[in-house]
């Protein structure tokens, strides 16, 4: 089958590998009709994950596809079946699976000990993201295997556009990020990152009863589709953010700050982000994390903090003084998948929204490197690149 292979920094090619077989009874094989590129797979790209990552490894968790073939013990699917795959590999029966608390799962890690090691504890495997997270192939493949194929998965009817794709990650993760912000209704809440977790955000949102959403990036693009989204703009290259968001806010700041950039956030000159990138270039500092930083100082007092954004290890000055002496809460984690895919689907279904808005680009997996490129670039207006496996 063919299949989207890291091989170094800046370097993904579509090469042939062994076809996805079952290895388990709980294992199902999808043969994926749709698959996304994500801002996460931006940082196994850009070497952020190096270490954990091997020649070959096939990336990719943002899949949806029809089911070919399944174990024994899988009860909830068959041949034929479409279905939406999320990123989160769980076993639905530890102590964190039964809190809903999936991307903590604690049996689908295969490299738990390396995990510990960088963590303390092990997260749940994923797909495609390093052999940090487990070492499993990824969806951007023409097949996929599906191990624990009864957690997680969701079936789809097969009127439903193929926009219900997003389910698979950054719709529950913008969705995950609004309901992190613990808002009142009413609240404002500030936005870093106008990318597809942030336009997702931005959306669930106002689901959830924000009184005012305030988006900031310098995309004009995004921007746009931010402000399509409803909300209003900062660009960070054109204005102070700091300063713009306490004139909006008559000196008191956002009530709920998302950071929906994560470690490879832009700074544009400012000292904290100058030293972050001279750091991340020798390999002294392993996130640039200007974009949460801001968003810590300018969060209102007695605020709270929502982190979809990705880190990696161990960022520098973070200004934990002014998150404690502010009283702030701060919530984060990869999404717990399972937990939002059924009641979005409804939501979806509901006509409440239509994540389609957010595609730009949709080409055949071949094109996946130039892809690549263009999507970490943002060349060519891209937001959301969908990859067709059978063209
Ligand atoms: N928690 C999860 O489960 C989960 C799931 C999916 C993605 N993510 C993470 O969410 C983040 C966003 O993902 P995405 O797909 O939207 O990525 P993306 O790369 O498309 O978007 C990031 C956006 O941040 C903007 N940005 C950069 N520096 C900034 C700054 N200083 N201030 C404001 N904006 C800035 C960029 O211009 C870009 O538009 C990534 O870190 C990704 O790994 C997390
Ligand atoms: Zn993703
Ligand atoms: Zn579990």
Redesign the pocket.
Known sequence: MKAVCWHGTGDVRVEDVPDSKIEHPRDMVVRITSTAI???D??LYDGFLGPFMEKGDVLGHEPMGEVVEVGGEVKRFKPGDRVVVPFTICCGECFFCKKTLY?CCDNTNRNAELARKAMGHAPAGLYGYSHLTGGYQGGQAQFLRVPNADVGPIKVPIEVPEQVLFLS??FP?GWMAAENTDLEPGDTVAV???????QFAIRSLWLLGAGRVIA????PE?LRMAEAGKAETIN?SKEGVYDRLMEMTNGRGPDRVVD????????HGAIDAVLDKAKAAVMLTTDRA??LR?AIMCCRKGGTVSV???YLGFPDKFPLGAFMNKGLTMKT???HMPRYMEPLLQRIANGEIDPSFIVTHEVPLEEAPKMYKTFRD?KDGC?KVVLKPWG
């Open positions: 994500c801002g996460s931006l940082h991307s990650d950054v993760t870093w990152g106008c990318g597809p977790v942030g900031i990036d310098e995309v995004r960070f929906a950039v994560g470690c490879e956030a832009a700074g200007h974009a801001e979809p954004g990705v984690g990869q999404t943002k937001i």
